[in-house]
T-cell receptor
Framework: GAVVSQHPSRVICKSGTSVKIECRSL??????MFWYRQFPKQSLMLMAT?????????EQGVEKDKFLINHASLTLSTLTVTSAHPEDSSFYIC????????????FGPGTRLTVL | RKEVEQDPGPFNVPEGATVAFNCTYS??????FFWYRQDCRKEPKLLMS???SGNEDGRFTAQLNRASQYISLLIRDSKLSDSATYLC???????????FGAGTQVVVTP
């Protein structure tokens, strides 16, 4: 199956700093990438959908100025959590769909963010 | 009402037994349905797609009931390695926007 990587896998940062998370599709071109957040014992919540070369579409309640998404190429999307606070601590997971296969998503391994 | 609902469990299952659980969805226009498996602190991994006619993959059987708007997953001959959280996923549009259930935890015991 298709491989999606995320970096870093784990990050601890101080409150007020910004953190960038990368999501890469390694062996296919990802026309669409999705960013999810998952709190302990809860479901994955879609934060935003990004298509290469266009602005991301954010879900209701997700602040676009706080969670900056850039999808600069067909293999890379980045999520930057700006001015992180402890309540942003969560498991962030990206997924990607390939050309002509919007019904199957391939998930990255996730990034565990802890904000002190 | 949540768009995708699951019994959180846990379902405690003796090794070798059968376990089954459902997932209900609210949007009758939903197009595609999946079961994903998620291990603790890991990303979801696709277990199987769910087809209208029902489908089987080894010890796993998935069914879709559009009239009652639910899907089901049955695991036969449970293995210890089947212990995980099983996520019901519904694709509501052609752009691949998934709605996730909160998951059903299955614990297989020796």
């Amino acid at each position: 199956g298709a491989v999606v990587s995320q970096h870093p896998s784990r990050v601890i940062c101080k409150s007020g700093t910004s953190v960038k998370i990368e999501c890469r599709s390694l062996d296919f071109q990802a026309t669409t990438m999705f960013w999810y957040r998952q709190f302990p014992k809860q479901s994955l919540m879609l934060m935003a959908t990004s298509n290469e070369g266009s602005k991301a579409t954010y879900e209701q309640g997700v602040e676009k100025d706080k969670f900056l998404i850039n999808h600069a190429s067909l293999t890379l999307s980045t999520l930057t959590v700006t001015s992180a606070h402890p309540e942003d601590s969560s498991f962030y997971i990206c997924s990607a769909t390939g050309t002509g296969r919007s019904d199957e998503q391939f998930f990255g391994p996730g990034t565990r963010l802890t904000v002190l | 009402r949540k768009e995708v609902e699951q019994d959180p469990g846990p379902f405690n299952v003796p090794e070798g037994a059968t376990v089954a659980f459902n997932c209900t969805y609210s949007n009758s226009a939903s197009q595609s349905f999946f079961w994903y498996r998620q291990d603790c602190r890991k990303e979801p991994k696709l277990l199987m797609s769910v087809y209208s006619s029902g489908n089987e993959d080894g010890r796993f059987t998935a069914q879709l009931n559009r009239a009652s708007q639910y899907i089901s997953l049955l695991i036969r001959d449970s293995k210890l390695s089947d212990s995980a959280t099983y996520l019901c996923v519904v694709n509501q549009d052609s752009w691949g926007k998934f709605q996730f259930g909160a998951g059903t935890q299955v614990v297989v015991t020796p």
